[in-house]
């Protein structure tokens, strides 16, 4: 391993400012300031950076490298996600939402999982928030095009599949349920099934080790990490600089000579810009997610999920039907334990045989909206409660994935839910899932797919940024991560979001271009 070079190895001298080894005051410039160094803020800086404009971007995490990651999640977890993983959203029920806290935001520690928006959210956002003259196909197609090219999108190969992917997909066949290998950011993935504690080989074309380094080696963008931005500093209504505190306790100002663009996320993101002056009547309303759970099987034959891409197999068969998608998930022995059902004896028998567990999951376009405020110590906070339903589709999500474990000869299954027998042996009790509690206490989501708060739209009453994305009222501040969706999309995120902030980026680029030329 240590004479392989990893793209994120070598950066030139001054491009990465660490803001743990800061010792004074920093004031620097630049054409573009990005905040957020995730999925929507390296897209944008890549653009800019490679139009020609002086970037620098300000992430609050830190890098970890390559070459530093090891197999421990719960590591990666600890030191590399907001407030160490224990970030919830908080309503009837308490889920827990994964963010990144890194360069690279969540795109360190996710599944790589490309999906292009539907058209079907393309158009209803046309119709109901009249935005299909800025956002529609014709406009992010070339964006998709230009991210499958430099993130190397291609379907999970043969020698990367694994059982717990293979089954689920040989299981939706004999149902007749349209399934596929999933679509990934992949550059030699060797299906170490490690995509959730960051990928050890660089073969997950996450953030950090793509468009990042190439903004600062290929086009001289600058980065500031382990620096909280506290706020856009916005100067007779156009933004002109960001303040940030760096990680050792010194202030770092960098004045935006063009103009800022925030890419915090959307739970970070809405505070962000509360906390810089903008006061718009949607701030911070009208958040939404794709919560999800996962379904466990023992199994007589070896599955050895530890092998295989970490999701490499899924269905959205029922996306529009039934607004849930279906994924595999396999989880390292850590997160897995924590799943497996029984005590005592009972559970040491089931985890001496993780080699013969399949895990499989549900991702549900849910319905609910909350909102995204700040708790009394400044924290982030996101009230947010599921539906009805959103329960019943959960339900029958949860029921057909029992039902296929059971179609692919699963001794037992486990479903997860309250209420509900946490181990089934036969395929006749999923009726007791069909018919499980509607309450969303009973039910183990987690969020990482998360949407609105700082919503697009025409109207400045209902929306905060215009479809231009630049946020109403205030020149040059422009929000690029998916805070902007106006609703959710029944697939991945990570795709559709970097599209939009690119084609955001391209916009401006090429309008700062005019004036540079004029
Ligand atoms: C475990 C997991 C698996 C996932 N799997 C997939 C998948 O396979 N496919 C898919 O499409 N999506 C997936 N997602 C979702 C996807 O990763 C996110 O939707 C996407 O990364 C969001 O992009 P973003 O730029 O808005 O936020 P992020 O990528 O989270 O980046 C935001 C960045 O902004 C920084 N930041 C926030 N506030 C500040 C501040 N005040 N100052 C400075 N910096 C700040 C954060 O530290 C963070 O690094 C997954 C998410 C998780 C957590
Ligand atoms: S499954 Fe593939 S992409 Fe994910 S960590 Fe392993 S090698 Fe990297």
């Known amino acids: 391993m240590s004479d392989v070079r990893f793209p994120d190895d070598d950066m030139p001298a001054g491009a990465v400012v660490d803001g743990e080894a800061v010792t004074r005051a920093v004031d620097d410039a630049f054409d573009f300031v990005v905040v957020g160094s995730g999925a929507a803020g390296a897209s944008a800086a890549y653009v800019l950076a490679e139009a020609g404009f002086s970037v620098g971007i300000?992430?609050?995490g830190p890098w970890l490298k390559t070459?530093?990651?090891?197999?421990?999640?719960?590591t990666a977890f600890s030191k590399y996600t907001r407030e160490s993983g224990m970030q919830v959203l908080r309503g009837r029920s308490f889920v827990p939402m994964i963010q990144g806290r890194c360069v690279g935001g969540s795109t360190l520690i996710n599944s790589a999982i490309a999906w292009r928006i539907p058209e079907d959210v393309v158009?209803?956002?046309?119709?109901?928030?009249?935005?299909?003259?800025?956002?529609?196909?014709?406009e992010l197609d070339p964006h998709f095009d230009a991210l499958e090219r430099d993130l190397s999108v291609?379907?999970?190969?043969d020698d990367a599949l694994g059982e717990n992917n293979a089954m689920f997909l040989a299981m939706a066949n004999k149902r007749g349920i349209s399934a596929s290998r999933m679509r990934r950011y992949d550059r030699g993935c060797k299906g170490s099934g490690m995509c959730l504690s960051a990928c050890p080989t660089a073969a997950k074309q996450g953030m950090s080790v793509t468009y990042v380094p190439w903004a600062l080696a290929r086009h001289g963008a600058r980065i500031f990490t382990s620096a909280r931005v506290e706020r856009v500093e916005i100067r007779g209504h156009r933004a002109v600089a960001v303040v940030a505190k760096s990680a050792s306790g010194h202030p770092i100002v960098l004045r935006a000579r063009r103009g800022v663009f925030v890419a915090a996320s959307t739970v970070q993101t809405p505070n962000l810009l509360r906390r810089s002056g903008v006061r718009s009547p949607a701030l911070g309303k009208h958040f939404q997610a794709h919560p999800g759970l996962a379904v466990g099987g023992m199994f007589k034959r070896s599955i050895e999920m530890s092998f295989g891409a970490t999701q490499g197999a899924e269905s959205i068969h029922y996306r529009k039907s039934e607004r849930f998608k279906?994924?595999?998930i396999s989880f390292p022995p850590d997160i897995a334990a924590a799943r497996i059902p029984g005590a005592g004896p009972e559970l040491v028998e089931r985890l001496a045989r993780l080699g013969h567990v399949a895990s499989w999951a549900a991702q549900i376009r849910a319905r609910a909206e909350g909102t995204v405020?700040?708790?009394w110590s400044g924290a982030d906070r996101v009230k947010y409660t599921l539906g009805e339903d959103d329960i019943r589709a959960t339900r029958k999500a949860v029921a057909l994935l029992a039902r296929m474990m059971f179609d692919a000869g699963a001794q037992e299954v486990w479903p997860g839910i309250f209420g509900v027998p946490s181990v089934l042996r036969s395929v006749d009790q999923v009726k007791l899932v069909d018919e499980g509690p509607l309450d969303p206490r009973a039910y183990a989501f987690i969020a990482t797919h998360l949407f609105g708060a700082a919503r697009m739209g025409v109207d400045p009453r209902t929306s905060v940024v215009d479809a231009d994305f630049r946020v109403h009222g205030v020149d040059d501040l422009w929000v690029v991560d998916s805070s902007v969706f106006p609703t959710n999309l029944g697939v991945n995120p990570q795709h559709s979001i970097m599209a939009m902030s690119r084609l955001a980026a391209a916009r401006v680029a090429e309008r700062a271009k005019g004036l540079r030329a004029a």
Not at 67 to 72: A, G, K, L, P, S
Not at 127 to 137: E, K, P, Q, T, Y
Not at 154 to 157: L, N
């Open 326 to 328: 279906l994924e595999t």
């Open 373 to 375: 405020g700040e708790g």
């Open 58 to 60: 300000v992430e609050e």
């Open 154 to 157: 291609r379907p999970v190969a």
């Open 123 to 138: 158009d209803d956002w046309g119709a109901r928030f009249g935005l299909g003259d800025s956002i529609n196909m014709r």
């Open 67 to 74: 070459r530093d990651i090891t197999e421990d999640v719960h």
